[in-house]
Structure formats: C-alpha cells, structure tokens
C-alpha cells in the first residue's frame, strides 16, 4: 500500500522560498509519476507540478513556471518541491499524489498548510 508523507509547510513572508518533502513508501515507483496539488480555502484541489519518476520529465501549472521546482532523491524515495518568490495567492494545502503513468493519482498524502503573508 502506497503511503506518503509530506512535511515542510509553513508560515512565510511573500518573497521567502520554502521546500516541502513527500516521503513515499510502500512499493517501488519506477514506473510511477509524482505530482504536487494544493487546494485554497473555498478553491478546488489544482494541479501544481509533477515528475516522472524514471526519466525525471517534469510538467508544471502556468502560475509558478520559473518559480517552483519538482524533484525527487531516488535513494530517498522522496519528491521535493522547491517554492521560491512565494505570493500570498500560494497559500494553499499542498498535497502530493501519486500515480501509475497513464492511470491516474490514485494515492494521496494528508497535506501540509503554507501560507503566505504580505
């Protein structure tokens, strides 16, 4: 059973960068791809960016190209999201998720709460 664990929200000022962690666990991802969403209050769960975990191809929604970046540590089993210039239009719940290719997110971690201040 999949499981994954993300960490690293918090309380920033706009401008400030922050790094949140989803740590996965419970099968091998080779064939998987990792993505980050987030939701805001009174706002549908949104796509922010994903990875392929093989060949590390990475896809990301229009409002943070250039300003967030997705990865992952293979002997980690682990996918970062890298947020820098952060906007208070950020603060959301961001969720990772996991899929196989082609088949959809179907394995969720609990979220982590970042918020942004002006």
């Known amino acids: 059973q999949v499981q994954l664990v993300e960490s690293g929200g918090g309380l920033v000022q706009a401008g400030d960068s922050l790094r949140l962690s989803c740590a996965a666990s419970?099968?091998?991802?080779?064939?998987?791809?990792m993505a980050w969403f987030r939701q805001a209050p009174g706002k549908e769960r949104e796509f922010v960016a994903s990875?392929?975990?093989?060949?590390?191809?990475?896809y990301y929604e229009d409002s943070v190209k250039g300003r967030f970046t997705i990865s992952r540590d293979n002997a980690k089993n682990t996918v970062y999201l890298q947020m820098n210039s952060l906007k208070p239009e950020d603060t959301a719940v961001y969720y990772c998720?996991?899929?196989?290719?082609?088949?959809?997110?179907?394995?969720w971690g609990q979220g982590t709460q970042v918020t942004v201040s002006s």
């Open positions: 419970g099968r091998t991802f080779s064939t998987y791809v």
């Open positions: 998720a996991a899929g196989p290719r082609g088949g959809g997110f179907g394995s």
């Open positions: 990875i392929t975990w093989s060949s590390g191809s990475t």
